[in-house]
Protein backbone atom coordinates (compact mmCIF):
# COMPACT_ATOMS: atom_id res chain seq x y z
CA UNK A 1 0.00 0.00 0.00
CA UNK A 2 1.02 3.52 -1.34
CA UNK A 3 0.16 6.79 0.83
CA UNK A 4 0.01 8.76 -1.95
CA UNK A 5 -3.05 6.34 -2.68
CA UNK A 6 -5.07 7.83 0.56
CA UNK A 7 -6.01 11.24 1.40
CA UNK A 8 -8.88 12.44 -0.95
CA UNK A 9 -9.63 12.72 -4.61
CA UNK A 10 -11.30 13.10 -7.93
CA UNK A 11 -12.72 10.32 -9.18
CA UNK A 12 -14.36 11.24 -12.55
CA UNK A 13 -17.33 13.73 -9.96
CA UNK A 14 -17.58 12.24 -7.14
CA UNK A 15 -14.67 13.03 -4.05
CA UNK A 16 -13.03 9.88 -3.00
CA UNK A 17 -11.80 9.79 0.73
CA UNK A 18 -9.50 7.09 1.94
CA UNK A 19 -7.39 6.59 5.62
CA UNK A 20 -5.25 3.96 5.99
CA UNK A 21 -3.72 2.41 9.11
CA UNK A 22 -0.95 -0.23 9.14
CA UNK A 23 -1.40 -3.33 11.12
CA UNK A 24 1.12 -4.79 13.54
CA UNK A 25 3.26 -6.49 10.87
CA UNK A 26 3.86 -2.73 10.04
CA UNK A 27 5.26 -1.10 13.31
CA UNK A 28 7.47 -2.33 16.31
CA UNK A 29 5.84 0.22 18.90
CA UNK A 30 2.04 0.95 18.12
CA UNK A 31 -1.20 -0.29 18.40
CA UNK A 32 -4.39 -0.64 17.31
CA UNK A 33 -6.53 2.89 16.69
CA UNK A 34 -9.84 1.14 18.13
CA UNK A 35 -11.82 2.68 16.11
CA UNK A 36 -15.94 2.37 16.02
CA UNK A 37 -17.06 4.49 13.56
CA UNK A 38 -15.11 6.54 10.79
CA UNK A 39 -17.33 9.31 8.94
CA UNK A 40 -16.69 12.10 6.52
CA UNK A 41 -18.58 15.89 6.80
CA UNK A 42 -17.55 19.19 5.23
CA UNK A 43 -18.44 21.42 2.55
CA UNK A 44 -19.17 19.25 -0.21
CA UNK A 45 -22.44 18.19 1.84
CA UNK A 46 -24.46 20.65 0.54
CA UNK A 47 -24.02 19.91 -3.22
CA UNK A 48 -25.50 16.79 -2.17
CA UNK A 49 -28.54 18.29 -0.96
CA UNK A 50 -27.71 17.84 2.73
CA UNK A 51 -26.56 21.03 4.97
CA UNK A 52 -22.50 21.91 4.31
CA UNK A 53 -20.63 20.73 7.49
CA UNK A 54 -23.84 18.57 9.02
CA UNK A 55 -21.86 16.06 11.63
CA UNK A 56 -25.46 14.36 11.67
CA UNK A 57 -25.38 13.43 7.55
CA UNK A 58 -21.87 12.28 7.91
CA UNK A 59 -21.09 10.21 4.90
CA UNK A 60 -19.27 6.85 6.77
CA UNK A 61 -16.19 5.52 5.87
CA UNK A 62 -16.02 1.48 5.39
CA UNK A 63 -13.26 -0.17 6.18
CA UNK A 64 -11.65 -3.08 4.46
CA UNK A 65 -9.14 -5.45 5.60
CA UNK A 66 -5.90 -5.83 3.19
CA UNK A 67 -2.02 -6.99 3.48
CA UNK A 68 -0.41 -4.61 5.74
CA UNK A 69 -3.78 -2.85 7.25
CA UNK A 70 -6.88 -1.90 7.33
CA UNK A 71 -8.26 0.74 4.61
CA UNK A 72 -11.44 3.07 5.48
CA UNK A 73 -13.29 4.44 2.56
CA UNK A 74 -15.91 6.49 0.98
CA UNK A 75 -17.49 7.56 -2.37
CA UNK A 76 -19.72 10.80 -3.04
CA UNK A 77 -22.05 11.23 -5.38
CA UNK A 78 -21.43 13.99 -8.59
CA UNK A 79 -20.26 16.95 -7.58
CA UNK A 80 -20.01 20.29 -9.19
CA UNK A 81 -16.29 21.12 -9.91
CA UNK A 82 -15.00 23.74 -6.87
CA UNK A 83 -13.11 23.30 -3.76
CA UNK A 84 -14.13 21.60 -0.84
CA UNK A 85 -13.17 21.34 2.47
CA UNK A 86 -13.84 18.54 4.86
CA UNK A 87 -13.00 16.52 8.08
CA UNK A 88 -13.56 13.51 9.74
CA UNK A 89 -15.22 12.26 12.66
CA UNK A 90 -13.82 9.41 14.13
CA UNK A 91 -15.63 7.42 16.89
CA UNK A 92 -13.64 5.18 18.86
CA UNK A 93 -14.75 2.20 21.07
CA UNK A 94 -14.48 4.15 24.66
CA UNK A 95 -17.22 5.97 23.31
CA UNK A 96 -15.14 9.29 22.61
CA UNK A 97 -15.41 10.88 19.56
CA UNK A 98 -12.44 13.87 17.93
CA UNK A 99 -12.86 15.83 14.66
CA UNK A 100 -9.73 15.35 12.90
CA UNK A 101 -7.84 16.56 8.99
CA UNK A 102 -6.73 13.98 6.64
CA UNK A 103 -3.20 12.84 7.22
CA UNK A 104 -2.67 12.19 3.32
CA UNK A 105 -4.64 15.26 2.41
CA UNK A 106 -3.42 17.00 -0.77
CA UNK A 107 -4.87 20.31 -0.10
CA UNK A 108 -5.22 22.35 3.25
CA UNK A 109 -7.70 24.41 3.82
CA UNK A 110 -7.93 28.52 4.68
CA UNK A 111 -9.05 29.59 8.33
CA UNK A 112 -9.93 26.13 9.73
CA UNK A 113 -6.98 24.28 8.47
CA UNK A 114 -9.40 22.15 7.23
CA UNK A 115 -8.45 18.82 4.60
CA UNK A 116 -9.33 19.57 0.96
CA UNK A 117 -10.53 18.35 -2.08
CA UNK A 118 -11.05 19.95 -5.80
CA UNK A 119 -13.28 18.46 -8.38
CA UNK A 120 -12.62 19.46 -11.92
CA UNK A 121 -9.87 22.23 -12.18
CA UNK A 122 -6.78 22.32 -14.33
CA UNK A 123 -6.38 20.08 -17.39
CA UNK A 124 -2.84 19.32 -19.07
CA UNK A 125 -0.95 21.27 -19.69
CA UNK A 126 -1.02 23.12 -16.59
CA UNK A 127 -1.17 20.39 -14.23
CA UNK A 128 2.12 18.42 -15.60
CA UNK A 129 5.13 19.65 -14.60
CA UNK A 130 7.52 20.65 -17.89
CA UNK A 131 10.83 18.61 -17.15
CA UNK A 132 14.31 20.39 -17.75
CA UNK A 133 15.73 20.25 -20.72
CA UNK A 134 19.31 19.86 -19.55
CA UNK A 135 19.77 18.18 -15.76
CA UNK A 136 23.73 19.93 -13.94
CA UNK A 137 25.69 17.88 -11.82
CA UNK A 138 25.03 18.76 -8.17
CA UNK A 139 28.62 20.40 -8.17
CA UNK A 140 27.67 22.26 -11.26
CA UNK A 141 24.61 23.81 -9.29
CA UNK A 142 24.50 27.83 -7.82
CA UNK A 143 21.91 28.11 -5.58
CA UNK A 144 19.45 30.86 -4.28
CA UNK A 145 17.41 30.07 -1.16
CA UNK A 146 13.81 31.62 -1.27
CA UNK A 147 11.22 31.52 1.51
CA UNK A 148 8.03 32.39 -0.50
CA UNK A 149 6.37 34.47 1.71
CA UNK A 150 8.89 37.23 2.69
CA UNK A 151 10.16 36.75 -1.19
CA UNK A 152 7.07 37.72 -2.97
CA UNK A 153 5.75 40.01 -0.22
CA UNK A 154 6.60 43.36 -2.12
CA UNK A 155 6.26 42.22 -5.67
CA UNK A 156 2.21 42.74 -5.88
CA UNK A 157 -1.19 42.58 -3.87
CA UNK A 158 -2.83 40.59 -1.58
CA UNK A 159 -5.07 39.23 -4.62
CA UNK A 160 -2.06 37.26 -6.29
CA UNK A 161 -1.31 33.72 -4.92
CA UNK A 162 2.76 34.12 -3.91
CA UNK A 163 3.62 31.03 -5.84
CA UNK A 164 2.94 33.39 -9.02
CA UNK A 165 4.34 36.54 -7.89
CA UNK A 166 7.66 34.05 -7.68
CA UNK A 167 7.48 33.52 -11.34
CA UNK A 168 7.60 37.30 -11.98
CA UNK A 169 11.11 37.52 -10.53
CA UNK A 170 12.64 33.81 -12.50
CA UNK A 171 14.36 36.06 -14.94
CA UNK A 172 16.07 38.29 -12.32
CA UNK A 173 17.60 34.98 -10.22
CA UNK A 174 18.54 33.10 -13.87
CA UNK A 175 20.18 36.60 -15.05
CA UNK A 176 22.31 36.94 -11.82
CA UNK A 177 23.77 33.46 -12.91
CA UNK A 178 21.78 30.84 -10.29
CA UNK A 179 20.79 27.77 -11.72
CA UNK A 180 19.07 26.44 -8.49
CA UNK A 181 16.53 27.41 -6.14
CA UNK A 182 16.34 25.80 -3.02
CA UNK A 183 12.79 26.69 -1.86
CA UNK A 184 11.85 26.50 1.87
CA UNK A 185 9.15 24.19 3.05
CA UNK A 186 5.85 24.90 0.93
CA UNK A 187 4.16 22.03 2.69
CA UNK A 188 1.55 22.74 4.82
CA UNK A 189 1.53 24.33 8.64
CA UNK A 190 -1.18 24.59 10.68
CA UNK A 191 -2.65 28.09 11.46
CA UNK A 192 -2.97 31.19 8.71
CA UNK A 193 0.20 32.99 10.40
CA UNK A 194 3.97 33.64 9.06
CA UNK A 195 6.11 30.80 9.12
CA UNK A 196 9.09 29.47 7.93
CA UNK A 197 7.21 26.02 7.25
CA UNK A 198 9.58 23.84 9.34
CA UNK A 199 6.58 22.53 11.73
CA UNK A 200 4.67 20.60 9.06
CA UNK A 201 1.16 18.83 9.76
CA UNK A 202 0.10 17.90 5.73
CA UNK A 203 2.77 16.33 4.12
CA UNK A 204 1.41 15.89 0.54
CA UNK A 205 -0.27 19.55 0.97
CA UNK A 206 1.36 22.45 -0.34
CA UNK A 207 0.65 25.94 2.18
CA UNK A 208 -2.64 27.42 1.49
CA UNK A 209 -1.45 30.53 1.80
CA UNK A 210 1.27 30.01 -0.98
CA UNK A 211 -1.19 28.56 -3.13
CA UNK A 212 -4.66 30.15 -2.93
CA UNK A 213 -5.68 33.38 -5.21
CA UNK A 214 -9.40 34.81 -4.94
CA UNK A 215 -11.70 33.70 -7.20
CA UNK A 216 -9.82 30.89 -8.60
CA UNK A 217 -10.45 28.27 -6.15
CA UNK A 218 -9.53 25.17 -8.08
CA UNK A 219 -6.40 26.28 -9.13
CA UNK A 220 -3.96 25.23 -6.09
CA UNK A 221 -1.36 22.67 -7.32
CA UNK A 222 -1.26 23.70 -10.46
CA UNK A 223 -0.49 26.92 -9.40
CA UNK A 224 2.88 25.31 -7.54
CA UNK A 225 3.31 23.00 -10.33
CA UNK A 226 3.38 26.13 -12.99
CA UNK A 227 5.78 27.46 -10.74
CA UNK A 228 7.92 24.85 -11.28
CA UNK A 229 7.46 24.52 -14.55
CA UNK A 230 8.08 28.04 -15.36
CA UNK A 231 11.90 27.64 -12.95
CA UNK A 232 12.75 24.77 -15.88
CA UNK A 233 11.63 26.51 -18.72
CA UNK A 234 14.82 28.91 -17.84
CA UNK A 235 16.78 26.14 -17.25
CA UNK A 236 16.52 26.80 -13.00
CA UNK A 237 16.89 23.04 -11.23
CA UNK A 238 13.96 23.21 -8.44
CA UNK A 239 15.34 21.74 -5.12
CA UNK A 240 12.33 21.27 -2.07
CA UNK A 241 13.06 21.30 1.85
CA UNK A 242 12.11 18.16 3.08
CA UNK A 243 11.40 18.31 6.73
CA UNK A 244 11.26 14.94 7.70
CA UNK A 245 12.85 14.79 11.37
CA UNK A 246 9.75 15.81 12.94
CA UNK A 247 5.65 17.39 12.80
CA UNK A 248 3.48 19.31 14.59
CA UNK A 249 0.82 16.64 16.41
CA UNK A 250 -1.82 19.32 17.12
CA UNK A 251 -4.27 20.06 18.60
CA UNK A 252 -6.90 17.08 17.36
CA UNK A 253 -8.77 19.62 14.61
CA UNK A 254 -5.28 21.36 13.66
CA UNK A 255 -2.54 18.86 13.98
CA UNK A 256 -0.70 15.60 12.33
CA UNK A 257 -4.15 13.88 12.01
CA UNK A 258 -2.61 10.44 12.51
CA UNK A 259 -1.80 10.85 16.04
CA UNK A 260 -5.31 12.31 16.83
CA UNK A 261 -7.17 8.97 14.91
CA UNK A 262 -5.57 6.52 17.53
CA UNK A 263 -7.81 6.33 20.80
CA UNK A 264 -4.87 6.55 22.36
CA UNK A 265 -2.24 9.17 20.54
CA UNK A 266 1.03 7.71 22.28
CA UNK A 267 -0.12 3.78 20.07
CA UNK A 268 0.16 5.95 17.01
CA UNK A 269 2.97 4.48 15.12
CA UNK A 270 4.25 7.30 13.08
CA UNK A 271 5.17 9.66 16.05
CA UNK A 272 7.39 8.67 18.67
CA UNK A 273 10.96 8.72 20.04
CA UNK A 274 13.70 8.02 17.61
CA UNK A 275 16.82 9.83 17.52
CA UNK A 276 18.27 13.36 18.86
CA UNK A 277 15.51 15.72 17.53
CA UNK A 278 14.42 17.98 20.58
CA UNK A 279 12.23 19.80 18.30
CA UNK A 280 8.20 19.10 18.03
CA UNK A 281 7.47 15.63 17.77
CA UNK A 282 9.50 13.04 16.60
CA UNK A 283 9.02 11.41 13.78
CA UNK A 284 9.83 6.96 14.51
CA UNK A 285 11.40 5.62 11.97
CA UNK A 286 11.85 2.52 14.52
CA UNK A 287 8.82 1.04 12.19
CA UNK A 288 8.14 0.43 8.38
CA UNK A 289 5.33 2.08 8.05
CA UNK A 290 6.93 5.40 8.86
CA UNK A 291 9.88 4.83 6.71
CA UNK A 292 7.28 4.03 4.35
CA UNK A 293 5.17 6.78 4.27
CA UNK A 294 8.01 9.26 4.35
CA UNK A 295 9.12 7.21 1.43
CA UNK A 296 6.00 8.13 -0.39
CA UNK A 297 6.01 12.01 0.20
CA UNK A 298 9.18 11.63 -1.23
CA UNK A 299 8.23 10.25 -4.33
CA UNK A 300 5.17 11.96 -4.36
CA UNK A 301 6.68 14.89 -4.73
CA UNK A 302 9.77 13.85 -7.43
CA UNK A 303 6.76 12.01 -9.90
CA UNK A 304 3.97 14.57 -9.35
CA UNK A 305 5.74 18.09 -9.15
CA UNK A 306 9.25 17.10 -10.77
CA UNK A 307 11.52 18.50 -8.15
CA UNK A 308 15.08 18.13 -9.14
CA UNK A 309 16.75 18.10 -5.83
CA UNK A 310 16.24 17.83 -2.06
CA UNK A 311 17.50 19.07 1.08
CA UNK A 312 17.06 17.17 4.11
CA UNK A 313 16.40 19.31 7.37
CA UNK A 314 17.86 18.64 10.67
CA UNK A 315 18.90 15.19 9.36
CA UNK A 316 20.87 14.40 12.60
CA UNK A 317 17.05 13.61 14.57
CA UNK A 318 16.77 10.98 12.55
CA UNK A 319 20.38 9.65 12.32
CA UNK A 320 21.27 6.74 14.72
CA UNK A 321 24.61 5.56 13.09
CA UNK A 322 24.36 2.44 10.67
CA UNK A 323 21.15 1.79 10.93
CA UNK A 324 18.61 0.04 8.60
CA UNK A 325 16.28 2.84 9.62
CA UNK A 326 15.88 6.62 9.24
CA UNK A 327 17.77 9.18 6.97
CA UNK A 328 19.98 5.84 5.84
CA UNK A 329 16.98 3.89 4.33
CA UNK A 330 14.70 7.08 3.32
CA UNK A 331 18.32 7.99 1.27
CA UNK A 332 18.11 4.62 -0.17
CA UNK A 333 14.23 4.73 -0.62
CA UNK A 334 14.59 7.69 -2.85
CA UNK A 335 17.78 6.41 -4.44
CA UNK A 336 16.07 3.35 -5.31
CA UNK A 337 12.85 4.95 -7.10
CA UNK A 338 15.23 7.02 -8.84
CA UNK A 339 16.68 4.25 -10.40
CA UNK A 340 13.62 2.86 -11.42
CA UNK A 341 13.06 6.31 -12.98
CA UNK A 342 15.92 7.44 -14.88
CA UNK A 343 19.33 6.38 -14.75
CA UNK A 344 20.71 10.05 -15.43
CA UNK A 345 18.11 11.62 -13.27
CA UNK A 346 19.43 9.08 -10.15
CA UNK A 347 23.35 10.61 -10.48
CA UNK A 348 21.87 13.74 -11.16
CA UNK A 349 19.54 14.26 -8.22
CA UNK A 350 21.08 15.76 -5.38
CA UNK A 351 20.45 14.95 -1.54
CA UNK A 352 21.77 17.62 0.41
CA UNK A 353 21.57 16.91 4.22
CA UNK A 354 21.51 19.44 6.80
CA UNK A 355 23.33 17.43 9.73
CA UNK A 356 25.00 20.03 12.11
CA UNK A 357 28.17 18.45 12.88
CA UNK A 358 30.69 20.34 11.79
CA UNK A 359 32.91 18.39 9.42
CA UNK A 360 31.69 15.29 11.13
CA UNK A 361 28.60 15.73 8.70
CA UNK A 362 31.35 15.15 5.85
CA UNK A 363 31.10 11.47 7.03
CA UNK A 364 27.73 11.01 7.57
CA UNK A 365 26.90 12.26 4.18
CA UNK A 366 29.38 9.57 2.56
CA UNK A 367 28.06 6.73 5.01
CA UNK A 368 24.57 7.26 3.88
CA UNK A 369 24.84 7.90 0.21
CA UNK A 370 23.60 11.60 0.34
CA UNK A 371 24.69 13.71 -2.25
CA UNK A 372 26.71 15.88 0.52
CA UNK A 373 25.52 17.71 3.76
CA UNK A 374 25.25 21.56 4.28
CA UNK A 375 28.77 23.20 4.70
CA UNK A 376 27.87 24.46 8.61
CA UNK A 377 31.50 25.25 9.56
CA UNK A 378 31.65 28.47 6.57
CA UNK A 379 28.33 30.32 8.11
CA UNK A 380 30.27 29.94 12.03
CA UNK A 381 33.99 30.66 10.71
CA UNK A 382 32.42 34.22 8.40
CA UNK A 383 30.73 35.29 11.72
CA UNK A 384 33.78 35.02 14.02
CA UNK A 385 36.05 36.41 11.60
CA UNK A 386 33.81 39.31 10.83
CA UNK A 387 32.89 40.11 14.71
CA UNK A 388 36.20 39.71 15.94
CA UNK A 389 37.62 41.23 12.66
CA UNK A 390 40.84 39.02 12.73
CA UNK A 391 41.45 35.77 10.71
CA UNK A 392 42.86 32.24 12.32
CA UNK A 393 44.39 29.56 10.80
CA UNK A 394 40.69 27.20 10.77
CA UNK A 395 40.11 29.14 7.63
CA UNK A 396 42.54 26.84 5.15
CA UNK A 397 40.70 24.12 5.66
CA UNK A 398 37.13 25.65 5.61
CA UNK A 399 38.18 26.42 2.31
CA UNK A 400 39.24 23.29 1.50
CA UNK A 401 35.87 22.53 1.22
CA UNK A 402 35.81 19.50 -0.97
CA UNK A 403 38.20 17.63 1.25
CA UNK A 404 37.13 14.03 2.33
CA UNK A 405 33.58 13.99 0.68
CA UNK A 406 33.48 10.50 -1.50
CA UNK A 407 33.38 10.36 -5.33
CA UNK A 408 30.61 12.41 -6.49
CA UNK A 409 29.19 14.19 -3.12
CA UNK A 410 29.80 17.98 -2.68
CA UNK A 411 29.31 20.56 -0.03
CA UNK A 412 26.44 23.06 0.48
CA UNK A 413 28.67 26.29 1.01
CA UNK A 414 26.92 29.69 2.37
CA UNK A 415 28.44 32.47 3.98
CA UNK A 416 24.89 32.38 5.69
CA UNK A 417 21.34 31.23 4.88
CA UNK A 418 17.55 31.51 6.42
CA UNK A 419 18.58 30.98 9.98
CA UNK A 420 21.24 33.26 11.00
CA UNK A 421 21.70 37.20 10.32
CA UNK A 422 22.44 38.29 6.45
CA UNK A 423 25.86 38.80 5.43
CA UNK A 424 25.72 42.28 5.66
CA UNK A 425 24.53 42.52 8.92
CA UNK A 426 27.60 40.31 9.94
CA UNK A 427 29.63 42.60 8.51
CA UNK A 428 28.34 45.61 10.95
CA UNK A 429 25.23 46.69 9.04
CA UNK A 430 24.81 48.15 5.22
CA UNK A 431 26.91 50.72 5.80
CA UNK A 432 29.93 48.45 6.11
CA UNK A 433 28.91 46.15 2.91
CA UNK A 434 32.56 46.33 1.70
CA UNK A 435 33.54 43.92 4.62
CA UNK A 436 31.12 40.98 2.98
CA UNK A 437 33.51 41.50 -0.72
CA UNK A 438 36.39 38.38 0.39
CA UNK A 439 33.76 36.10 1.86
CA UNK A 440 31.51 35.92 -1.12
CA UNK A 441 34.50 35.69 -3.67
CA UNK A 442 35.84 33.01 -1.31
CA UNK A 443 31.90 31.68 -1.51
CA UNK A 444 32.75 31.41 -5.56
CA UNK A 445 36.27 30.07 -5.73
CA UNK A 446 35.50 26.84 -3.35
CA UNK A 447 34.42 23.72 -4.27
CA UNK A 448 31.17 23.38 -3.48
CA UNK A 449 27.37 24.00 -4.90
CA UNK A 450 27.44 28.05 -3.44
CA UNK A 451 24.20 29.13 -2.43
CA UNK A 452 23.01 32.90 -1.53
CA UNK A 453 20.26 33.51 0.54
CA UNK A 454 17.44 35.60 -0.99
CA UNK A 455 18.73 39.40 -1.12
CA UNK A 456 22.38 38.76 -0.10
CA UNK A 457 23.09 39.51 -3.42
CA UNK A 458 22.38 43.03 -2.96
CA UNK A 459 23.16 43.69 0.94
CA UNK A 460 19.89 42.97 2.64
CA UNK A 461 20.49 43.94 6.24
CA UNK A 462 18.44 42.00 8.87
CA UNK A 463 19.53 40.95 12.53
CA UNK A 464 18.17 37.16 13.48
CA UNK A 465 18.70 36.14 17.39
CA UNK A 466 20.62 32.89 17.72
CA UNK A 467 19.64 31.64 20.33
CA UNK A 468 17.14 28.15 20.43
CA UNK A 469 15.06 28.62 23.73
CA UNK A 470 11.49 28.91 22.65
CA UNK A 471 11.12 33.08 23.04
CA UNK A 472 14.09 33.04 20.90
CA UNK A 473 12.55 30.74 18.41
CA UNK A 474 9.60 32.92 18.42
CA UNK A 475 11.78 35.89 17.39
CA UNK A 476 13.61 34.64 14.94
CA UNK A 477 10.40 33.11 12.68
CA UNK A 478 8.81 36.74 11.81
CA UNK A 479 8.62 38.36 8.63
CA UNK A 480 11.13 39.34 6.76
CA UNK A 481 10.45 41.06 3.71
CA UNK A 482 12.95 41.10 0.79
CA UNK A 483 13.27 44.99 0.57
CA UNK A 484 13.80 45.26 -3.41
CA UNK A 485 14.39 48.84 -3.53
CA UNK A 486 17.42 47.87 -1.72
CA UNK A 487 18.65 46.14 -5.06
CA UNK A 488 18.81 49.66 -7.09
CA UNK A 489 21.04 51.92 -4.26
CA UNK A 490 24.28 51.78 -5.14
CA UNK A 491 25.55 49.41 -2.96
CA UNK A 492 23.41 46.76 -3.99
CA UNK A 493 24.07 47.80 -7.54
CA UNK A 494 28.07 47.17 -6.61
CA UNK A 495 26.94 44.00 -4.78
CA UNK A 496 24.81 42.72 -7.46
CA UNK A 497 27.38 43.41 -10.19
CA UNK A 498 30.32 41.39 -7.96
CA UNK A 499 27.73 38.21 -7.65
CA UNK A 500 27.01 38.49 -10.69
CA UNK A 501 30.77 38.34 -12.04
CA UNK A 502 31.22 35.53 -9.67
CA UNK A 503 28.88 33.35 -11.03
CA UNK A 504 30.00 34.14 -14.14
CA UNK A 505 33.28 33.15 -13.29
CA UNK A 506 32.15 30.18 -11.57
CA UNK A 507 30.08 28.48 -15.13
CA UNK A 508 32.72 29.66 -17.27
CA UNK A 509 35.52 27.54 -15.31
CA UNK A 510 34.53 23.58 -14.29
CA UNK A 511 38.01 24.19 -12.28
CA UNK A 512 36.70 25.96 -9.44
CA UNK A 513 34.44 22.72 -8.91
CA UNK A 514 36.14 20.34 -8.68
CA UNK A 515 38.00 19.61 -5.17
CA UNK A 516 41.55 20.51 -6.15
CA UNK A 517 43.11 22.55 -3.56
CA UNK A 518 46.33 23.60 -2.20
CA UNK A 519 47.65 23.92 0.60
CA UNK A 520 45.84 21.55 2.68
CA UNK A 521 47.06 20.25 5.99
CA UNK A 522 47.18 23.80 7.09
CA UNK A 523 49.00 23.10 10.85
CA UNK A 524 47.61 26.07 14.08
CA UNK A 525 50.89 27.16 14.36
CA UNK A 526 51.35 28.28 11.10
CA UNK A 527 50.59 31.62 11.42
CA UNK A 528 52.01 32.96 8.26
CA UNK A 529 52.42 31.93 4.53
CA UNK A 530 54.90 29.23 3.29
CA UNK A 531 57.92 29.96 1.16
CA UNK A 532 55.85 29.77 -1.95
CA UNK A 533 53.25 32.67 -0.81
CA UNK A 534 50.27 30.40 0.15
CA UNK A 535 48.93 29.78 3.15
CA UNK A 536 47.54 32.51 5.80
CA UNK A 537 49.02 35.52 7.43
CA UNK A 538 47.42 36.05 10.69
CA UNK A 539 48.73 39.02 11.64
CA UNK A 540 48.31 40.66 8.10
CA UNK A 541 44.54 39.23 7.74
CA UNK A 542 45.88 37.66 4.26
CA UNK A 543 45.29 34.55 2.64
CA UNK A 544 46.24 32.61 -0.84
CA UNK A 545 45.24 29.39 -2.13
CA UNK A 546 45.24 27.39 -5.25
CA UNK A 547 42.47 26.06 -7.54
CA UNK A 548 43.24 23.74 -10.62
CA UNK A 549 41.08 21.16 -13.05
CA UNK A 550 40.00 20.73 -16.01
CA UNK A 551 38.03 22.88 -18.36
CA UNK A 552 35.69 21.54 -21.32
CA UNK A 553 38.18 20.92 -23.74
CA UNK A 554 40.24 19.00 -21.49
CA UNK A 555 43.10 21.42 -20.81
CA UNK A 556 44.26 22.09 -17.58
CA UNK A 557 42.93 25.51 -15.46
CA UNK A 558 44.63 27.06 -13.01
CA UNK A 559 43.78 29.81 -10.69
CA UNK A 560 45.52 31.55 -7.25
CA UNK A 561 43.04 33.16 -5.86
CA UNK A 562 44.29 36.02 -3.33
CA UNK A 563 42.21 37.47 -0.65
CA UNK A 564 42.44 40.46 1.90
CA UNK A 565 40.24 40.35 4.73
CA UNK A 566 41.79 43.48 6.51
CA UNK A 567 40.46 46.80 6.60
CA UNK A 568 43.80 48.12 5.05
CA UNK A 569 45.86 47.45 2.26
CA UNK A 570 48.03 44.94 1.98
CA UNK A 571 51.49 43.91 0.31
CA UNK A 572 52.28 40.44 0.05
CA UNK A 573 53.60 37.97 -2.53
CA UNK A 574 51.52 36.08 -4.62
CA UNK A 575 52.59 32.85 -6.65
CA UNK A 576 51.97 32.59 -10.02
CA UNK A 577 53.31 29.20 -11.19
CA UNK A 578 55.15 28.12 -14.02
CA UNK A 579 55.19 32.11 -15.72
CA UNK A 580 52.99 32.56 -18.74
CA UNK A 581 49.84 34.91 -19.01
CA UNK A 582 47.53 35.19 -16.30
CA UNK A 583 44.92 37.63 -15.88
CA UNK A 584 42.81 38.51 -12.49
CA UNK A 585 39.17 37.39 -13.60
CA UNK A 586 37.42 40.16 -11.36
CA UNK A 587 39.47 43.88 -13.50
CA UNK A 588 40.77 42.12 -16.67
CA UNK A 589 44.19 42.85 -15.70
CA UNK A 590 46.85 40.85 -16.67
CA UNK A 591 49.99 41.28 -14.31
CA UNK A 592 53.53 41.26 -15.42
CA UNK A 593 55.49 39.14 -12.39
CA UNK A 594 58.68 40.16 -11.61
CA UNK A 595 60.31 36.56 -11.72
CA UNK A 596 58.96 32.77 -12.03
CA UNK A 597 57.61 33.25 -8.92
CA UNK A 598 54.69 35.72 -9.45
CA UNK A 599 54.50 39.08 -7.57
CA UNK A 600 56.64 40.52 -4.91
CA UNK A 601 54.84 42.63 -2.57
CA UNK A 602 51.98 43.57 -4.73
CA UNK A 603 49.68 45.36 -2.26
CA UNK A 604 45.51 43.97 -1.99
CA UNK A 605 43.29 46.52 -1.33
CA UNK A 606 41.46 46.52 1.83
CA UNK A 607 38.69 43.92 2.01
CA UNK A 608 39.06 42.73 -1.23
CA UNK A 609 41.20 40.00 -3.58
CA UNK A 610 42.40 38.94 -7.16
CA UNK A 611 40.93 35.61 -9.06
CA UNK A 612 44.39 35.34 -10.91
CA UNK A 613 43.18 32.50 -14.13
CA UNK A 614 45.82 31.57 -16.56
CA UNK A 615 44.90 27.98 -19.35
CA UNK A 616 47.37 25.65 -19.70
CA UNK A 617 50.77 24.98 -18.51
Not at 127 to 146: F, G, K, M
Not at 291 to 296: R, Y
Not at 375 to 402: C, H, K, P, Q, V
Not at 525 to 535: A, E, L, R
Amino acid sequence: MSYERFGSSDENGRARFAVFFPGPDSYVRGADPQIADLKVYGSFQEALGVPAWSQADALTLHPTHHRGGTLYEARTGKLPAAFYEYKYLVTFHNGVQRTVGDPCARYAGGEFENSGVVIGGSQPPDSVVTPLAQRLEPHDLVIYELLIDDFSHELGSAEEAPVDLVVSKLDYIRQMGFNAIEFMPWTAWAGNEFNWGYMPYLYFAAEYRYVTRPGEPTEKLSRLKRLISECHSRGLHVIMDGVYNHVDRGPASLGFAYYWLYQNPSDCPFIGRYGDANYGDEIDYHNPCTQQFIGDVCRYWIDQFGVDGLRLDYTKGFYIGENATGLSSLVGMIREHLETKDEELSSKFPIFIEHLEGYGAIDVSNRVDATGCWYDEMFWRTREYLSWGRLDTRIMRLLDAGRDFGPGCVATTYVTNHDHSRLANLAGGRDRWYRAQPYLIALFTCCGAPLIYEGEEFGEDYWIPEGWEESETVRRVVPRPVRWELAEDGIGRWLRRLVKTLTAIRAQHPALRSPNFYPTQWEPWMQQPDPDGYGVDVEKGTVVYHRWGLADDGVTERFVIALNFSPDTQAIDIPLPGGGSWEDLLSGWRPTPADDRGLRQHPIGSNWGHVFYKKGG
